[in-house]
């Protein structure tokens, strides 16, 4: 009667596009007045579409085993791994140790960054200690401080808010929620290198990921009176991985000569 994490990964190949920190900041605190912006500048604001993407999502698989799946994935694109990597994760930090660990010996390197959609998150929940829910004023800080980050100044901005704490003497839960951004940025601050990953054309979200944690996962997994037990589950979504992969009659044609 209890919910149990699912692990997700995913591994995919997209072209360079290089990006400005002011629009990318823009377009996560203001996507329509950037839709806008982009329209009259007669610029195309779509990205590049993720080719080859390979989803794996498992229920009883420790993490380390759904990433060295990912490895493996990744050395069958690049065998020669001369190609650059990039490796977008969320802040748990278990998953830093085993990314960092796992793909040390590349020889092209790999650049590890932290979800920008977090760092964003963080700060709005701090921007709602200081300014009312909802306000332009909030919007407008959220989006310079991220616009900052995305410069490569995240030093600045926790100077700024320990400075904010200081001079406006927040107590309480106001003041929590700034150390709670604190916290969160100290702690990652080495794999928020977003200047050098935005000057490289690379990508700084982990977009694709949480649309397979809806369409692999949670789609098909829960609802009112689905029940698992945890082979079933672990059999659909192993299913799920391959039908919402792009290899899925690849796979399936392996499946019957097999047979």
Known sequence: QKKKEA???????????????????????????????????????DEPKGR????????????????????????????TQSKPLVVLLDGALGL?????????????????????????DYLWDAVNALHEEGSEAGRTWVQERLEQILKGGVGYVIGGLKQTITKRGLKGSKQKALEK??????????????????????????????????????NRMEGEGKRWSLDGAESILLLRSL?????FITYWRFHADQE
């Open 52 to 79: 080859n993407i390979r989803r794996m999502a498992s229920i009883k698989r420790a993490k380390v085993d759904v990433m060295k799946a990912i490895e493996r994935d990744v050395d069958q694109r690049d065998p």
């Open 7 to 45: 692990l997700v990964g995913v591994s995919y190949t997209v072209d360079r596009k290089k990006r400005s920190a002011e629009d990318l900041a823009e377009r996560l605190v203001r996507p329509e007045t950037y839709r806008a912006h982009q329209k009259e500048k007669g610029k195309d604001e």
């Open 243 to 247: 039908e919402k992969s792009d290899d």
């Open 96 to 120: 830093w140790n085993l990314a960092t660990d796992l793909f040390r010996d590349r020889k092209s390197g790999v650049m590890y960054i932290l979800d920008i959609i977090h760092v964003r």
């Open 181 to 218: 951004a604190i916290t969160y940025f100290e702690s990652h601050k080495k794999w928020m290198r977003y200047d050098e990953c935005l000057d490289a054309g690379m990508p700084v979200a982990t977009g694709v990921v949480e649309s397979a944690c809806g369409s692999v996962v949670k």
